[in-house]
């Protein structure tokens, strides 16, 4: 059973659901946005839905976030969960989020036999709950992946864009581009702020930028003077508030508003 209130962490099975509330009821109304949030730690770490919420609020939205997250899961341990499906159902979403784990979209064969179906069925699962599905294309590891042929961030960030924006096209589902502004950070020399020590999971700072991505991305609106910063200074906070303004709503075509 889900038990509603700010801050709230619910198991389902293996299945972490953390919660922040904010809206009047279980009817979607235009003044609330709800938003759930499938993927793993890159989701869960310094509390993605609940920066974001708090974001949103200092923006003057109303909104309620979910997250249905464990570490190192893929999509296609969701698709095959119980407990993710019951996660989907257990309100009425606006909008449900699908972050993939952070290797897969970066080589072909892992997105042809292992995201892509996976997407295809959580997409159809989250509009058959008439949700609007949007991926959350994530970030590189700072050194890359010389394993696989991808010896620097740059060349792993060009391969997991790739991978996220194929099957966007493919189902016309909406992308917050979180790796692109990630990619104009460290191409100004901030990118350190960004990676904790082990290279490939979200400082504060990295967190903070996704959620004003979300934030541009879902509302089409600017998180520029927003007076939430999460841990951050006013500076850094700034800086990111723009990046995230910058390469969200510059080009509103190739990142287009969640849609049915």
């Not at 949103?56 to 499906?85: Q, Y």
């Not at 979300?214 to 939430?228: C, D, Q, V």
């Amino acid at each position: 059973m889900i038990v509603a209130g700010v801050g709230a962490v619910v198991t389902l099975g293996l299945l972490i659901v953390t919660m922040n509330t904010g809206c009047p009821s279980e009817e979607r109304v235009p003044a609330c946005t709800r938003v759930l949030f499938i993927g793993n730690s890159y989701t869960t770490v310094n509390d993605l839905p609940g920066v974001f919420a708090s974001l949103a609020r200092s923006g003057g939205h109303r909104v309620e976030t979910k997250s249905a997250a464990v570490d190192g899961w893929t999509l296609a341990n969701h698709a095959d969960a119980p407990a993710t499906a019951t996660a989907l159902t257990a309100g009425r979403w606006d909008i449900v989020v699908l972050q993939e784990q952070s290797q897969i979209p970066a080589i072909e064969e892992f997105r042809q036999t292992q995201m892509y179906p996976a997407a295809r069925r959580l997409i159809s699962a989250i509009r058959n709950q008439g949700a609007r599905p949007l991926f959350y294309l994530t970030w590189g590891r700072r050194d890359g992946w010389p394993q696989t042929g991808m010896p620097t961030y740059a060349s792993m960030q060009s391969a997991i864009d790739d991978g996220y924006l194929a099957i966007a096209a493919d189902q016309r589902v909406a992308t917050a581009p979180v790796g692109d502004a990630w990619a104009t950070l460290v191409a100004r020399g901030a990118g350190g702020t960004l990676w904790q020590p082990d290279g490939s999971h979200p400082t504060e700072a990295g967190t903070y930028l996704a959620a004003c991505v979300f934030y541009a991305t879902i509302f089409r609106e600017s998180p520029k003077g927003l007076g939430y910063h999460a841990s951050l200074s006013p500076e850094a906070a700034t800086m990111i508030q723009e990046v995230a303004t910058d390469t969200v709503l510059a080009d509103p075509a190739k990142w287009p508003a969640p849609s049915e």
